[in-house]
């Protein structure tokens, strides 16, 4: 099983919906997605808009998910990894070298522009319009990964 691994600030909003929707939303055989935050809290769980998007969308609970610190195991043993934000991605080939040509922004790896702002402390309203996004960029996503199942 190979991982695509998203990744956002806390692990609380974005990359937890990026993954809980490519999870849902993928038929592809061997392939999973995983999240992690570059700043997580200890102890912080899914951001309550996060849990009442993903549940109207794809009838998911992630209510008492537990937010997962980035670490160097996961970028290692992750085929690739997107970010939410341009400054991410460029953190993340600083700090990791040796990955760098498996690190990408979200929608820079499915041709699309701009960053997945985060929507954190903001109003159900914002998170529906995070949740499209990353719906979109997803299917972007799935349908390249099917075109090229390899993914060098």
């Known amino acids: 099983m190979e991982n695509i691994l998203f990744v956002c600030t806390g692990n609380t909003c974005r990359s ?3 993954e809980v929707i490519f999870n849902s939303k993928s038929d592809i055989k061997d392939i999973k997605a995983v999240s992690a935050g570059l700043s997580v809290v200890p102890n912080s769980i899914a951001s309550r ?3 009442v998007v993903l549940k109207e969308n794809i009838d ?3 209510s008492s998910r537990k937010a997962l610190q980035l670490s160097n195991s996961m970028i290692k043993d992750s ?3 997107l970010t939410m934000t341009a400054y991410m991605r460029d953190i993340l080939r600083q700090n990791f070298t040796n990955f760098k040509n498996k690190i990408y922004t979200l929608n820079e790896f499915v041709s699309l522009k701009g960053d997945i702002k985060d929507p954190f402390g903001q109003d159900i309203y914002k998170y529906r319009i995070v949740y499209a996004e990353l719906e979109n960029s997803i299917s972007l996503l799935i349908k390249k990964l099917k075109e090229d199942i390899s993914i060098n």
Do not use: W
């Open 16 to 18: 937890c919906m990026a």
């Open 79 to 81: 085929k690739i990894i």
């Open 49 to 51: 808009n996060s849990v």
């Open 60 to 62: 998911v609970d992630i």
